[in-house]
C-alpha cells in the first residue's frame, strides 16, 4: 500500500484550473513585487553613484540624444576591497556569528538533550519555558544585559561584593557583551531544532551500539550526535545567518569599534546616507550567505523528506 | 450474512471467453453460465485505463456490474483496485477509456456530481462536525428541506444504529463506530453505486468479523449497488457476490467465491487465493475417456476422468488444494479396495505446523517436492495420524485437479 | 527554520531515554537525571536572570538601575503618563494587528500552493521565496524594502514612507512564518476528508470553507498571534522602511535605551512580559483543559464498545 500512498498524493482535484492560478497569484505576486524585485534594486542601486540628492544615488540609465546610456559605477565595489575596515567587517561579522554560533551549540544541546529526555509533562513546560522569552521584546531582552554588564551592574556588584575583584571589570562596550547578547537572543532557535531532532532518535540504535560492546561516551558521540545531525545544522544556520547581520547587539552592547557588518550598513545609510555603498555591502553579504542559505535550506528540504 | 446459497448461483464470468479456455478441470457440476438475466447493468468500465508517467496502474480494464450487486476489487498492495475505485469516485481522470452509469457518461464528471458516494479506509469523517452533521453534510449539498435532512438523517441513524451517538463528535466514537457513522454518511444520499475502500483496514481482527456481516446486512438491506476494494481475500470472499483479481492493473480473473477458489484460472489465482500444490507437468493424452498428465515431481501419472482438451504434449501445471489431498500411512486404496496406480504419491513428513483447528503437513517427495496438506484435528489426542519422518501415502481425486495453462 | 521554531507543542514518546549508565539505575545515584537537572537549571537560569532583573528594577524608587532605592511603581505612572510612548503604541498595535491578518491571508494561500500544487512552474523558487525572509539578515531585507519603496515613490508616487510602507514590509516578512505554521498542518491533514466532502457534492470552494478552512484553523489562529508578535517586536527593518512621522514601540524604546538605561523601559518589559506570561497560560491551560477532554472522550469511545 506504501507505495501507492505515495502516488495518490498527488494534489487532490480541488486546485486546479483557474483556482490553483488564483491561488498561486496572490502570495506570488506579493513575494516577487515586495521581496525579489527589492534585491534587483539593491543590486542596480549598489552600482549607482552616491549624490547630494532626494533620493541620494544617481540613475544608471540616462537616455541622451536617443541612446540609453547605462553607466555602472563599480567604485562601490572597489571602495570596498581599497578600504579593509570593511573587509575587517565581514570577517570579524563571520568569526562572531560562528563563535556565537559555537557557544548557542554547546549551551543548547545539553538543554536540548535534558528537555527531550524528561517526562512529556515536565518536556512542555520546559519547551514553553524555552520559547516564552522569545515572545517578548528582542530589544528589551538585550536591553536588560546592559543593567548586568555595565560597571555598576550586577556582575560586577556581585564580584565586587564577595571580593574576586577590587575594581569594577569593563563588560560592557566589549566583545564579551556581544557574544553574551547574541548567545541569549539565539539559543531558543538553536534549542528547538536540537530538541526536534533528539526527541526524533532512534534509541534502539543506541541500545544495539551497547549491545555489541560499546561505551556510553562512544555510543554518544558515534550513534546518537550522528542521529541529530540534522538538527544541529538546522539550528546552525538559524543562529549563524541572522548574527552575521546583527544591528542591535552590537549597538546596545558592544563597544564604539566593534564595527559588525550589520551596522556597518546602518551607519552608512542612516548616518552617512550613502545608499549605493550600503547597497554594494548588502550585495556582497548576501552572496557570502548564500551558501550557509542554501545549505539551510538542503537540510531542511531532506528533514522533512526523511521525517514523513 | 452472505454465505453462497444466499446469493444468486454466483459462477458468473464477465470476462468470458479467454477465461473460459484457460479454465479446464472439472467441476463436480458443470459450471452454470449465468450473467444475473433479471439484473441490468449498472456501472459499465470500457478499456479504462490509468498512467502515471510511464507506470500503467490500470491497464484497459473492462468491467460490468450490475444493479444490486456486491462486487470486490481483490488485489496486492499496489495492483490498480485504489486507482480503479478512486477513478469510480471521480478522484482520478482516467487516462484512456469510459465509465458509464445507467448508460451515462460519466468519465470526466467531477466527484461531487456523481451519484456515486464512497465510505473511505481511513472513514474521513469531518472531525468539526457531529454525528448528526456528518451524515446531514450531503443532504445539505443537495440543499433538500430542513425537514427532509433530518428526517433522513434520523433514518440513517436508525439503519446503522447509532441513533444514541447522533451529537458525539468523531474522535468519540470507537473503529466499529466511526465505520457505522461513515457508512451512514455514504448511504444518506442514496447513491447508485457505493464504494468501499478497504472497508475493514482500520478494524482490529476480531472486530473486522463482526462486521463484515454487520456491512453486508446493512448494504443488502438499503440494496444499493456496492463496489468494494480490498486486499483482504477472506473478506472479499464473505462479503461480495462476485470478486475480481487484479495484478499489475488488469484482472486476472472475476467470478464467484467458490469459483475463483475451485477454478482457477491461472496459477496467479490459484496461488493468491488460499494455498495450493501446483505440479510443472506434462500432458501425454487427452480424450474423451480421459486424461493423462504426467509430472516430472510425480512418480506416478495423475489421471483424469475428463477431456482436458489441450494438444499432446502440451506443458501444463495440475493445481491441488492441500485440503483436498488425502495423507494416509497405509497404501491408498479406491472405492473398491483396490490399489491405486496413478494419483497418489509416496513422502516423508518433514514438517508439521499444529494450527488448532488444522495441522499442515509437508511432504517431501522423492523428486524433492514438498507437497502441503491438511488434516483437521478431529481428536484431540492425535491418535493414528502421522507424525514426523514417517513414510507417508498422499492421494486425490481426480475431480481435485485442476490444469492450468499458465 | 520555524518548522521547528513553532512546533514547540509537539509531544513525543515518552519511552524515549538515553541511558548513558543502564546499571547505574539500581543505585541511587542516577547520571543522566542529575546531568538533566544542572542543564535545565542552567539554560533557564541564563534565560530568565536577565527577564528577572528587568522586573525587579522596574519596582525600583530609585532612578539608578543598580542601587535599591525602595519598593515603588512610580516607573509605571511614568511610563503611562509618556505621551510619545503610548502613542508609539498605539502605532505598533494597529499595524501589527493589520500586518498580522493580511499575513494571515497570504500565508495561508502559500501554504495552500506549497502542499497543495506540486509541479507547476518555478515550485521550488516560489518555496525559496516564501520562506526566504525569515533567515535573512534584517539588515538587508530592511534597505532592500526601502529602496524598492523609495524607487516606487519616485516613478509612480506612492508610497509614501508611513505606516503603509511598513506594513507592507512586515506582512511579507511574518508571511514566511504564517506559511510555515499552516503548512506544517496542511501537510498532516488527512485529506480524504476533502474528498468525503466533494464525495458527498460540495463543490471545491465550498469544500475548501467548510471542512478545509475549520481543520486548519487552529493553525492559522497561532500563525495570527505569531505575526502579531514579530511585528510588535521588530525594530531593524521597520526603522528603515518607517518614515519620518511614525514611530513604533520598538523604534521608541531603542532611541530610549541608546541613550542609557531607563527605568521606564523596565516598567515596560514588566508589563511585556506580563501579558506574554498571561497569554500562555491561559493557551496552557486551554490545552491541558482540551487533552483532558479528549482523553475523557476517548475513554467514552471505548466504553460505549
Known sequence: MKRFMQRIKTPPKQLAGWRKYAVISLPYLWNFLFFFVPFLIILKISFAESITAQPPFSSLFTYEDDKLNITLNIYNYLALFEDDTYLMSYLKSLKMAFLSTLFCLLIGYPVAWAIATSKPAIRNVM????????????LIRVYAWIGILKKEGVINNFLMAIGAIDEPLQFLQTDFAVYIGIVYAYLPFMILPLYTAIVRVDYTIIEAGYDLGCKPVGCFLKLFVPQTFGGIIAGSMLVFIPAVGEYVIPELLGGKDSNLIGRVIWMEYFNNRDWPLASAIATIMLLVLMIPIIWFYKNQRKELAGGR | MVTENSKVPDNTKSNGANVEKRRVSTDIKPPVKNTPKDRKPLLVIKDLTKAYDANLAVNNVNLTIYEGEIFALLGSSGCGKSTLLRMLAGFETPTSGAIYLDGQDMTNVPPYKRPVNMMFQSYALFPHMTVEQNIAFGLKQ??????????????????VHMEEYAHRKPHQLSGGQRQRVALARSLAKQPRVLLLDEPMGALDKKLREQMRLELVDIVESVGVTCVMVTHDQEEAMTMAERVAIMDRGEFIQIGGPREIYENPNCC????????????????????????????????NEIRLDIDVDLADGMEVFVALRPEKIYIERTFPVDENGKELTANYAIGVVENIAYMGDISIYYVRLKSGKIVITTLPNVDRFNVGLPTWDDQVYLSWDPESCVTLTF | MAESKIKEGVTAPDTNELNLTSASRKKSFNLPKLLRVVFLTIGLLFLYAPIVSLIIYSFNGSKMMTVWGGFSVKWYFELFADKQMMDAVLTSLIISFCAASMSVIIGTLAALVLVRISNFKGESLFALFITAPMVLPEVIVGLSMLLLFVTLSQ??????????????????????????????????????????????????????????????????????????????????ITSFVAGPGSQTLPMVVFSSVRRGLNPEINALATIIVFIVSLCTFFYWLMRVRKEKRLRQDMKLAMQGK
Open chain 1, 127 to 138: 519547551l514553553m519555558l524555552v520559547v516564552l522569552p522569545s515572545w517578548t521584546s528582542f
Open chain 2, 142 to 159: 443537495d440543499k433538500l428541506r430542513k425537514a427532509e435532512i433530518n428526517a433522513r438523517v434520523e433514518k440513517m441513524l436508525k439503519l
Open chain 2, 268 to 299: 496467479f489465482t490459484a496461488e493468491f487465493i488460499g494455498s495450493v500444490n501446483l505440479f510443472e507437468s506434462t500432458l501425454i493424452t487427452s480424450d474423451h475417456t480421459g486424461s493423462i498428465i504426467r509430472s516430472k515431481d510425480l512418480e
Open chain 3, 155 to 236: 516613478l509612480i508616487g506612492w508610497p509614501q514612507r508611513g505606516m503603509v510602507t511598513i506594513w507592507i514590509a512586515m506582512v511579507t516578512v511574518t508571511a514566511a512564518y504564517v506559511t510555515v505554521v499552516v503548512r506544517s498542518r496542511l501537510k498532516e491533514l488527512d485529506y480524504s476528508i476533502e474528498e468525503a466532502s466533494q464525495d458527498l457534492g460540495a463543490g471545491p470552494v465550498k469544500t475548501f470553507f467548510f471542512i478545509t478552512l475549520p481543520s486548519i484553523l487552529p493553525a492559522i489562529v497561532s500563525g495570527w498571534l505569531l505575526a502579531f508578535t514579530l511585528a510588535m517586536d521588530d525594530l531593524v
